[in-house]
């Protein structure tokens, strides 16, 4: 039995029917796409394969954190409710989220002062920050209290190894990950990155491969070197509307790994925002990032 509320953010890349399942809260990040603005507080949704038609159309979406009166309205009602929260936030190595989490948590502690709100900052991304939140509710339905929860959190989020490739340069360019020569060249030349998120939840370049093929079997290879799964450990994937690349990848992951069970789902609107179409991005249990 659950002791406590969790409640987690849109950058976590897991389906709708993921938070409802298992009873989490869910605060959307948003992006103004075309002078509209989607997610955030303002309800209007694209759908995910819609909004990777537009990037490849030439679309240049710009994003948005949560804010704090984002968070407060979802963290309140919990307390008022006489419920603990446990807030599990995407990586303040690549947004504002989590710190606007902790303004939040700070204001309503003053206000609710026999409730205590606990903030993580996962220092993960997309479904890497979805495989995070998945051991952590699995962590807190063994009936743990919120400080132990908080503490396997803490621990955990340095053992989320992402990995992940891309089939178009130009999006890092625009994120500044890479030059425009280096954009440019690596276009003309099919050079593939391979990218991972560190220690500090920042998104690094730490390799490169000829070609799609070899750049997903390099995910793979780094799986390999750090992964320390046990029997029942989950692999996530998730892709920038790449099926075939996804079922390419679960081919390899199912020749290496038999028997573990594998989750995909798009990269969301936000992320992908900056990752572009054709993104793969490979998530496990390891000894490191």
Known sequence: MRKFAIVTDS???????????????????????????????????????VFYDKLRAGAMPTTFQVTPEQARLTIEPLLKEGKDVLVLAFSSGLS?????????ARDLMEDYPYRHVEVVDSLCASMGEGLFVDY????????????????YAENLKQHICHFFTVDNLFHL??????SAATAVVGTMLNIKPVLHVDHEGHLIAIGKAMGRKKSISALV????????????????????DCIEDVNYLISLLKA????????YNYVGN????????????????????
Do not use: W
Not at 136 to 145: F, H, I, N, R, T
């Open 11 to 49: 950058a976590s890349d897991l389906p709708a029917e993921y938070f409802e399942e298992h009873d989490i809260a869910c605060v959307d990040l948003g992006f103004n796409l075309d002078g509209v603005i989607y997610g955030g507080e303002s309800g209007n949704k694209m759908d995910v394969k």
């Open 96 to 104: 504002g989220t989590a710190n606007s989490f902790k303004i939040a």
């Open 136 to 151: 952590v509710v699995k962590k807190a339905d063994e009936g743990v209290s919120l400080k132990e929860a908080r503490d």
């Open 173 to 178: 360019k625009r994120g500044g990950r890479v």
């Open 221 to 240: 290879d780094h799986m390999k070197e750090l992964q320390t799964m046990g029997e029942h450990d989950p692999i996530f994937i998730s892709h920038g």
């Open 256 to 263: 290496n790994f038999p028997g573990h069970e594998i989750k």
């Open 270 to 289: 936000v992320i992908g925002t900056h990752s572009g179409a054709g993104t793969l991005a490979l998530f496990f249990l390891g000894a490191h990032r």
